[in-house]
């Protein structure tokens, strides 16, 4: 059974500083997601990696992708008060099918 | 163009009745999911609806809970006999395999917030 999980699960953290969420997941997958949430808010997707060492850049977050160690990250840099919002990680199985699994998600908090 | 669109964007109804949820997905998307989310909590995988194939069910939590889809268009999400558990938000969201685009990347609905009473 697929697995994701974040951590940590909740981060606050001053502006101007850098800092990473970490993405795991338990078996083979071939896409990985990021998406931002505001609170009373849906979704919306940031980030899509295909491929291992996948590497994507928008703004102050860059995602990337391990594939060996089933492992992506987000990371913050230089954060801002507007960063705040809960980010999620999820994952399609390798197998073909359409489902996704999402992880924990991590509620960022920066603080002016 | 047009987003996910769902209906209605809250509901309050009483312990034991009856609901129905839609969802308009983004014309063109063979691929349709439905989520909950309690609050402060993360997703949670209920049903997902790709083309004519016959749709994965495995989250469904009890027989209480049902979904329809015609063809590749709108779904509705039914609760019967609504317990207080059952308040969440419901989220949908459709994605395109079909279209040329190799990422699949899901486009949500902004939800609709289930009040249990």
């Known amino acids: 059974e697929l697995k994701v999980e974040q951590n940590p699960l909740f981060l606050s953290m001053q502006e101007g500083k850098n800092y990473t969420i970490y993405c795991n997941y338990s078996?083979?997958?071939?896409?990985l997601y990021w998406y931002r949430q505001d609170p009373g808010k849906s979704l919306e997707s940031l980030f899509v990696?295909?491929?291992?060492?996948a590497v994507k850049q928008e703004g102050r977050l860059m995602a990337s992708l391990d594939t060996k160690a089933r492992l992506s990250t987000l990371h913050i840099t230089a954060a801002v008060h507007d960063l705040s919002a809960t980010y999620f990680c999820?994952?399609?199985?390798?197998?073909?099918?359409?489902?996704?699994?999402f992880g924990t998600g991590t509620r960022l908090k920066v603080l002016a | 163009g047009a987003g996910v669109s769902q209906s209605p964007s809250n509901k309050v109804t009483e312990k034991g009745k009856d609901v129905e949820l839609r969802c308009d997905p983004i014309?063109?998307?063979?691929?349709l999911y439905w989520y909950r989310q309690r609050l402060g909590q993360g997703l949670e995988f209920l049903i997902y609806?790709?083309?004519?194939?016959?749709?994965?069910k495995s989250g469904l939590p009890s027989d209480r809970f049902s979904a329809e889809r015609t063809g590749e268009s709108v779904s509705t999400l039914t609760i019967q006999r609504t317990q207080q558990e059952d308040s969440a938000v419901y989220l949908c969201?459709?994605?395109?395999?079909?279209?040329?685009?190799?990422?699949?990347?899901?486009?949500f609905g902004p939800g609709t917030r289930l009040t249990v009473t």
């Open positions: 969201a459709s994605s395109s395999p079909r279209k040329g685009r190799s990422s699949y990347e899901q486009y």
């Open positions: 078996t083979t997958s071939d896409r």
């Open positions: 990696l295909l491929s291992n060492g």
């Open positions: 999820a994952v399609t199985s390798s197998s073909g099918t359409y489902k996704y699994i």
């Open positions: 014309s063109g998307h063979t691929a």
């Open positions: 609806f790709q083309g004519n194939s016959a749709p994965d």
